[in-house]
C-alpha cells in the first residue's frame, strides 16, 4: 500500500494510506483502527459505507483537484452514506480528530 501526507495550505492533516484498487478499497478500514492523525484516502470513490466496523469516522469528500465538496463529521458504524455529487475520492479520518476542524467546504488540499 501506498503512504502519503495530507496538507491544506503547508499545514500537515494527517498521515494516510491511499487505497487505490478494488480490493484495498473494499476492505477500507474494516479491522482496521485508525491511530489519531492517520486516515485512509478511497480512490476513485463517491459513497461510502461503516457495516462491519466498530468505531465511528470522520469522512472528507474530494473532487478531482483535491477540493473538499462535502464533509461528513462522526458517521456511526453500520451505516451507509449518500454518493457525493462531483466527488472522486474519499477521505477518512478518526472521528472528532482536531484535523477536521481545520477543514472547510471548497478547500483544496495536496497529496505528497
Do not use: N, W
Amino acid at each position: 500500500m501506498k503512504t502519503a501526507a495530507v496538507y491544506k495550505q503547508q499545514q500537515h492533516i494527517a498521515d494516510i494510506v491511499v487505497a487505490g484498487s478494488f480490493l484495498l478499497r473494499l476492505r477500507g478500514l474494516i479491522g482496521r483502527p485508525l491511530a489519531a492523525g492517520q486516515g485512509l484516502l478511497l480512490k476513485p470513490c463517491r459513497q461510502i459505507h461503516t457495516f462491519f466496523m466498530s468505531y465511528a469516522i470522520d469522512a472528507v469528500y474530494l473532487d478531482r483537484s483535491l477540493r473538499i465538496v462535502d464533509i461528513e463529521a462522526e458517521l456511526p458504524a453500520r451505516r451507509i452514506c449518500k454518493a457525493r455529487r462531483g466527488a472522486f475520492y474519499v477521505l477518512e479520518l478518526s472521528a472528532g480528530e482536531q484535523a477536521l476542524k481545520k477543514l472547510r467546504i471548497g478547500d483544496i488540499l495536496s497529496i505528497e
